[in-house]
Structures are given as structure tokens and as C-alpha cells.
């Protein structure tokens, strides 16, 4: 069973910033694919950001200028890091690991973003 490990959730103020990290086994890391993505209370699961092995990165158009997603290949992490939040990106965000081979999820972390 492949294991993700994300950290980094928590409450903030808007405007204020955090950041996500989700570390994997090696094996895992190396040939995949990694992502988040986040589910807000009522509604469907949707993507905020990928990145490919080689460092191509994807970001949805509610969070580009204001995210950034990252890899850390020597400690098998990504990261995402948020910047300027607002109410609307409050969510339980999850990683993913995605390969030809397989697919998987972490147990999400929650982002609140209140005043």
C-alpha cells in the first residue's frame, strides 16, 4: 500500500499564506506525476495544481499568480504553496501521486481561510 504523508493544513486569515507538503516512498515519486487538488463543503473534487517528473507544471485559473507547486525530488515531496488566500480557497485539499501503473490519494489536509 503506497503511503502520502501531507502536513501544512491549518487556519489562516485572508490574505495570509500557507504551505502543503505531501512526501511519498521513493519508488512512487520517482515515476509519477503529482497534484492537488481540493473539495469545498457541497461541492465536487477539482484540481488546483500538477506537476509532472520533469517539472512541467498545470494550475487551475482560480489560483495561478497566487500558487505554486513544487517538487523536491532528493526528499520525494511536493509541495504547494499559497500565497495571497482568499475565503473561497477554503477546502480539504489532497495530494495525488499519478503513473501509467496506478493512481493514489492522500487523507486530505483542511485549509480555512477566515477572518
Known amino acids: 500500500q503506497v503511503q502520502l504523508v501531507e502536513s501544512g493544513g491549518g487556519l489562516v486569515q485572508p490574505g495570509g499564506s500557507l504551505r502543503l507538503s505531501c512526501a511519498t516512498s521513493r519508488s512512487i515519486f520517482s515515476i509519477s506525476a503529482m497534484g492537488w487538488y481540493r473539495q469545498a463543503p457541497g461541492k465536487q473534487r477539482e484540481l488546483v495544481a500538477t506537476?509532472?517528473?520533469?517539472?512541467?507544471?498545470n494550475y487551475a485559473d482560480s489560483v495561478k499568480g497566487r500558487f505554486t507547486i513544487s517538487r523536491d525530488n532528493a526528499k520525494n515531496t511536493v509541495y504547494l504553496q499559497m500565497n495571497s488566500l482568499k475565503p473561497e480557497d477554503t477546502a480539504v485539499y489532497y495530494c495525488n501521486v499519478h503513473n501509467p501503473w496506478s493512481d493514489y490519494w492522500g487523507q486530505g489536509t483542511q485549509v480555512t481561510v477566515s477572518s
Open positions: 506537476i509532472t517528473r520533469d517539472g512541467r507544471t
